[in-house]
């Protein structure tokens, strides 16, 4: 738990009874504590990322605690350093303090005094860590472009994936359902990288004619073909510098897949009816929404373009997979349509609430956002018609009491979050919750009150 981690103390002293004295005293309090001899062993351990506190000795043979403190201040300036002191080295612990130690205590040490300052460094430690944590998510809300909702496990993992190609060169799949926003995910990558100052262009391959998408990717030179009167850029060449985005990759014709190929192995083209080739700085974002490699298997897809796409692949997780997230996104689609027709978005009745987490959702996230822009326009009975496809059976029969109960839980939590549009004092009082109770379930559920803001 984040409790415990945030009580990790690390001790240095050459003095190996000291060392020992001070790992019981706060072992005994329910610290996890780290006992060191030498400098170098605590400094390998320590990250701008570390949740705790070293206390150290002020006079050692190879490394004192002010070369230490030093040391410490390098790899983050922030992590608090308590001295200890004998007699004879108070001048220069107070000369440490003025370099940045947190506090000094001198020896012999009143046990009840160092734990109550190690607690205070252990609580500024963790208020430095949230609030770095929190200005790191401002900023990614503040950022431009689409965002991708949710906090269920499989969602997250997504994320996380993407946030590590995002300025990556490599091309990447999409493995998507229909609905589950495989171009929301591709301009995610797009408006979110460095290439976000460049074209974005998005083709579906399935809904371009055989005979013209070779025209439409690579171009055309006039008079390439009968009603070529001039020259054509093609969407290869217009999203140069940026992103292209072929969704439906499994549509393209055979012949033109050997082009493709070509194009993602060389970076270069040659509009029809042309010599010249024409260098590409370009990342390709392929979508499908069935297994390509059992099209390869058929012999409808040529196995080394899926190998040369399939460098990075992000699995979109159905909406049935990720029913947590059904209520944020909901009321998110609402809130946009509500703006968007200028009409009052009323709270969800009790009945709706639930079936909204019973339903199989088959179209995806497409089907939700539909749901919550009739309900705008039409009204609750109007727009929650829908009977069959129920998920009931399924949380019956996979769902203990304790996970259904956690489930709703979950559900009741967020849905006062977005309420109140993640203020912690408003949501504590919908809910008759204590302050620690709501931010230890919200702990518990993996929720950030700035999801919902």
């Known amino acids: 738990m984040e409790s415990e981690r945030l009580k990790t103390v690390f001790v240095i002293d050459d003095e190996e009874h000291i060392r020992s004295a001070i790992e019981q005293l706060f072992e005994l309090q329910g610290f996890e504590v780290t006992a060191f001899s030498e400098a170098s062993q605590l400094l390998e351990q320590l990250s701008d990322t570390w949740a705790g506190i070293v206390i150290s000795d002020i006079n050692m043979p190879k490394v004192d605690g002010h070369q230490l403190m030093e040391k410490i201040k390098v790899i983050d300036l922030a992590i608090p350093t308590i001295l200890l002191t004998g007699f004879g080295d108070i001048s220069m612990a107070v000369q440490a303090m003025r370099n940045g130690a947190y506090d000094f205590i001198e020896k012999p040490f009143n046990n009840d005094d160092l734990v109550d300052t190690v607690n205070r460094a252990l609580e500024n430690r963790s208020l430095v860590l949230e609030n770095r944590k929190l200005k790191k998510e401002i900023e990614a809300h503040c950022l431009p472009g689409p965002r ?163 460098l990075v692949k992000v699995d979109i997780p159905p909406l049935r997979e990720r029913i947590e997230d059904v209520p944020l996104l909901f009321l998110h689609f609402a809130r946009i349509a509500s703006a968007r027709y200028k009409k009052e978005l009323i709270p969800l009745s009790q009945e709706h609430k639930a079936q909204l987490l019973s339903y199989e959702w088959p179209g995806n996230v497409r089907e939700l956002r539909n749901l919550a822009e009739r309900y705008i326009l039409l009204g609750e009975s109007a727009a929650f018609n829908f009977k069959e496809n129920t998920r009931a059976s399924l949380m019956n029969n996979g769902m203990g009491l304790t996970k259904r109960v956690e489930f709703f839980e979950k559900f009741l939590i967020e849905e006062a979050l977005a309420n109140n549009e993640g203020c912690i004092k408003d949501t504590m009082e919908e809910l008759k919750l204590a302050r620690k109770t709501l931010y230890d379930k919200m702990k518990k559920y993996e929720l950030e009150r700035t999801t919902y803001q």
């Open 148 to 310: 991708i909702l949710g906090n269920s496990a499989n969602i997250v993992q997504m994320r996380n994936i993407l946030n590590q190609v995002m300025d990556a060169p490599a091309d990447i799949l999409i493995d998507g359902e229909t609905g589950t926003g495989k171009e929301l995910v591709a301009r995610y990558l797009h408006d979110h990288s460095v290439r976000r100052e460049s074209n974005f262009v998005a083709l579906n391959c399935g809904a371009i004619p055989e005979h013209i998408i070779e025209s439409e990717l690579f171009g055309a030179e006039q008079g390439a073909y009968t009603g070529a009167d001039k020259k054509r850029i093609g969407k290869f060449e217009y999203a140069n510098g940026g992103t292209l985005f072929l969704d439906e990759i499994e549509s393209t014709p055979m012949a033109l897949q050997i082009k493709l190929l070509r194009v993602l192995e060389e970076r270069k083209i040659v509009r029809l009816g042309g010599n010249e080739g024409i260098e590409l700085d370009v990342r390709v974002i392929a979508a499908t929404k069935v297994d390509l490699l059992e099209l390869c298997e058929e012999g409808l897809f040529r196995k080394d373009l899926y190998y040369r796409l399939n």
